[in-house]
């Protein structure tokens, strides 16, 4: 028995020309009710018009059937192929990157030695914050020595008093050989001791400076996503009820999710591209780590939501006249999952399997670039790999 929601009877009206000259021998016109009443089932069409095979061809059917199945092969070998070995080839490359990579390569400091890693490197296993020495320390001002960080097992920390007079736990760093004396810091995602803001904007300044490069601090951001799992979480329940809602937003009105989702688009694009280009004062040297860019990189981002506005109105205007096709489609896929429950479990599935793989590719990433030789001083690192490690970087 075939039927359809009412809503799908154009996009059958538009395929009947098809169909009808393959199908029509076959079909005749059942002239019982077969299940219920269209009062009582609605969105079932009219019994009195859906096509069934009639008793004599149910035979031919099930042999053409069984012919069918027995004809199936493999109809693209060379991709299945490819896409076997390259899965087999990955699985191998994510076991050469944890079994020699080591993500504290990439996020501990290094000291002035250049060469122990803080937290990592025999000798200082147990010291995993980097701080940077005073070259001068009177009072509030402060400049230090971006040249001599050393490895501390705890960042110290204090405040001023009324008389500018500092108390700091612990008062001394041993490990700083010019001047010992320890100043107030903050942990930086639990690896660095930077001057406190609040009573050195200057040193501050001088350290964020030291270490604005875009690699580091993207690393660096990467870093401290771990520290933000209450918010990740957060992400994802609320990721899996907006797929429920969108699901029962796709059954009760397709058309107009449609139509909102491309007028809520354009907005956002153009509201944002706007407020990118003509807002005074906004700047993303923060977040890229580098001012020299800022500007730059706020422009062009600009542009680009313009641009992806004036897209997204062009494919609505050649496209709107298969809108009605695409939502007699949707809106029966969306009733077909609604009348089986376990395939609402579809968001959830979703959600948790994206989740999943973000970590494992993005950890594993990690681990690969980590296998690389490191050299530098303090915050920033530069990465010397071999060409067999940067094909397996640009493999993965």
């Avoid at 009877?9 to 059942?30: F, G, R, V």
């Amino acid at each position: 028995n075939f039927f359809l929601p009412p809503h799908a009877a154009p996009l059958m009206a538009q395929m009947q020309p098809y169909l009808q000259p393959q199908t029509q021998p076959y079909l005749q016109t059942q002239t019982q009710p077969y299940i219920q009443t269209p009062s009582t089932q609605p969105h079932l069409r009219d019994p009195q018009t859906v096509p069934v095979l009639r008793e004599d061809m149910r035979e031919e059917s099930t042999d053409y059937d069984d012919d069918f199945e027995d004809s199936q092969r493999c109809t693209d070998p060379v991709c299945a192929v490819t896409f076997t070995v390259s899965m087999c080839l990955f699985v191998c490359v994510v076991g050469y990157a944890y079994l020699y990579g080591d993500v504290r390569v990439i996020f501990n400091g290094i000291d002035h030695t250049e060469k122990r890693l803080c937290g990592y490197s025999p000798g200082v296993e147990d010291r995993p914050y980097l701080y940077y020495c005073p070259k001068k320390l009177v009072g509030r001002s402060l400049t230090v020595d971006v040249d001599y960080p050393v490895c501390l097992a705890a960042c110290p920390y204090g405040n001023f008093d009324a008389n500018n007079q500092s108390t700091v736990t612990p008062e001394t760093v041993p490990e700083c050989k010019t001047i010992s004396d320890a100043y107030p810091s903050l942990g930086l995602v639990h690896k660095y001791c930077v001057p406190s803001q609040a009573f050195f904007a200057d040193a501050y300044t001088q350290v964020h400076g030291n270490i604005a490069d875009f690699e580091d601090t993207a690393l660096r951001q990467i870093d401290g996503l771990k520290y933000s799992w209450p918010v990740l979480l957060l992400t994802f329940i609320v990721a899996v009820i907006l797929g429920y809602a969108y699901l029962f937003m796709l059954k009760m009105s397709v058309r107009f999710l449609i139509w909102g989702c491309v007028v809520v688009s354009v907005l956002a694009l153009v509201a944002g591209g706007a407020y990118l280009l003509f807002k005074e004062g906004l700047e993303m040297d923060v977040m890229l780590g580098h001012t020299q860019y800022g500007p730059m990189f706020k422009m062009a981002l600009g542009v680009l939501c313009f641009v992806l506005a004036a897209l997204v109105v062009l494919v609505a205007c050649c496209c709107g006249g298969n809108v009605a096709i695409s939502t007699a489609c949707i809106q029966t896929g969306t009733v077909v999952i609604w009348k089986m429950p376990a395939m609402l479990l579809s968001p959830l599935i979703k959600a948790a399997t994206k989740a999943l793989l973000t970590i494992l590719f993005m950890h594993g990433f990690l681990k690969l670039l980590s296998i690389a030789k490191v050299t530098g001083t303090g915050m920033h690192k530069k990465y010397e790999h071999t060409p067999l490690q940067w094909g397996l970087i640009v493999f993965f």
